[in-house]
């Protein structure tokens, strides 16, 4: 069966430090994969979404930046957070399907910039 | 672009009372609808989906039917539990890779 891994659970970091969070997906070959984050009493907002090794696409432009240097691996990463990059990050995935299958959330991260 | 509109919460029911929540969506074509959930602290689940007109999903008593007519894929429950409490996203795909959410309605149920 497939799963998904997602760590640190939980990480504080100082403003202007850092940051790189992973993802892998297990049982599966490519797969779509996806970043998420979700502030604190709103949606889901996307960040990067990948149909394959290398390729990354952009929804929002920030300071964080997406990497998928293997099939099931996916990292989100900034050079220096900002207060506002707290919040709750999720990754996910789904069958390389356009239209008829669900998303498989990873447990997330919170991430608190201090 | 697609889009979903679902209503704004919190909900709060007493145990065992009925619910809804109301989701509306836009999207060109023919979109499957799904239905999430999120406990505290955790990733979301799948709870639910419809793929065409007219199909209900079902899941741990939890309904919706795809409306096309209406564009709507309302969530329902005869008799909620607490344990139901969490946050609830109704979400769409048409025709790209990426899945469209709406912002989420959280449901307390009291005792």
């Known amino acids: 069966s497939q799963t998904i891994h997602q760590w640190p659970a939980t990480l504080v970091q100082p403003v202007g430090s850092p940051l790189s969070l992973e993802c892998t997906v297990e049982?599966?070959?490519?797969?779509?994969l996806y970043w998420y984050r979700q502030a604190a009493g709103r949606g889901l907002q996307l960040l990067f979404y990948?149909?394959?090794?290398?390729?990354i696409s952009s929804e929002v432009p920030q300071n964080l930046s997406a990497s998928r240097p293997q099939d099931r691996q996916f990292i989100l990463s900034s050079k220096k957070l900002l207060l506002s990059d707290s919040g709750f990050y999720l990754c996910a995935w789904s069958v390389d399907d356009r239209r008829n299958t669900e998303a498989f959330f990873g447990q997330g991260t919170r991430l608190t910039v201090v | 672009g697609d889009s979903v509109t679902q209503m704004e919460g919190p909900v709060t029911l007493s145990e065992e009372a009925f619910l809804t929540i109301n989701c509306t969506y836009t999207a060109t074509g023919y979109p499957s609808l799904f239905w999430y959930v999120q406990y505290p602290g955790e990733g979301l689940q799948l709870l639910l989906k419809?793929?065409?007109?007219?199909d209900k999903g079902s899941n741990k008593g939890f309904e919706a039917t795809y409306r096309k007519e209406t564009t709507s894929f309302h969530l329902e429950k005869g008799s909620v539990q607490v344990s139901d409490s969490a946050v609830y996203f109704c979400?769409?795909?048409?025709?790209?890779?990426?899945?469209?959410f709406g912002r989420g309605t959280s449901l307390i149920v009291h005792p």
């Open positions: 990948s149909v394959g090794i290398g390729q």
């Open positions: 979400a769409l795909k048409g025709g790209s890779y990426i899945p469209t």
């Open positions: 419809a793929t065409k007109a007219d």
């Open positions: 049982g599966t070959s490519n797969p779509n």
